[in-house]
């Protein structure tokens, strides 16, 4: 069946660039869309932007400057780079796959910390 | 950017009694809604989609009506494996938006 895991730096300097990468086993993301979620401790779900195998994309407004989503078909990943980052952004990171716009497959989730 | 709104955020309940969680849209988002349920430590899952259609093996007892604004995920008799927090989340506009989550706790 098909599996997504989420790997990346767990810790990120103030200013700098967070970038996260989601490898999809068990099926390949020409199908689909492919999406990042995050989740600040103790908080509620925030939609990040998704990615088709395409390159094709749709940002939330409010991250979009600063978000760029990005598929890899030859290594049937997908990846997330989100510049200037603060401590606001401290987050579970949440890869999941895109289904009529709900987000039916999930991966566990990483938890990515910003601080200097 | 549609706002949803969970109420309550918190519910007490013990095993075996009917839980009914709402979500509230800020503008009508027909039946574009789906819920998803979370447990601590663990990623989301899907639990119902379209308002009310259930995903492959959520047990029956999971039900979501409603439709525009207002939207209701009922548990018909909770089994101790279904305390967690729900979240709803629409599709009909962008950004796609989450509402804040209800968390279902054991009384």
């Known amino acids: 069946q098909v599996q997504l895991q989420e790997s990346g730096p767990g810790l990120v300097k103030p200013s700098e660039t967070l970038s996260l990468t989601c490898t999809v086993s068990?099926?390949?993301?020409?199908?689909?869309?492919w999406t990042w979620i995050r989740q600040p401790p103790g908080k509620g779900l925030e939609w990040i932007g998704y990615?088709?195998?395409?390159?094709?994309?749709s940002y939330n407004p409010s991250l979009k400057s600063r978000l760029t989503i990005s598929p890899d078909t030859s290594k049937n990943q997908f990846s997330l780079r989100l510049s200037s980052v603060t401590a606001a952004d401290t987050a579970v990171y949440y890869c999941?796959?895109?289904?009529?716009?709900?987000?039916?497959?999930w991966g566990r989730g990483t938890l990515v910390t910003v601080s200097s | 950017e549609i706002v949803l709104t969970q109420s309550p955020a918190t519910l007490s309940l013990s095993p075996g009694v009917r839980a009914t969680l709402s979500c509230r849209a800020s503008?009508?988002?027909?039946?574009?809604l789906a819920w998803y349920q979370q447990k601590p430590g663990q990623a989301p899952r899907l639990l119902i989609y379209?308002?009310?259609n259930r995903v492959t093996d959520i047990p029956a007892r999971f039900r979501g009506s409603g439709s525009g604004t207002d939207f209701t995920l009922t548990i018909s008799s909770l089994e101790p494996e279904d305390f967690a927090v729900y979240y709803c989340?629409?599709?009909?506009?962008?950004?796609?938006?989450f509402g804040g989550g209800t968390k279902v706790e054991i009384k």
């Open positions: 379209d308002a009310n």
């Open positions: 503008q009508s988002v027909s039946s574009d």
């Open positions: 068990g099926g390949s993301i020409t199908y689909y869309y």
């Open positions: 989340q629409q599709r009909s506009n962008w950004p796609l938006t």
């Open positions: 999941a796959r895109v289904s009529t716009y709900y987000f039916d497959l």
């Open positions: 990615v088709s195998y395409s390159g094709s994309t």
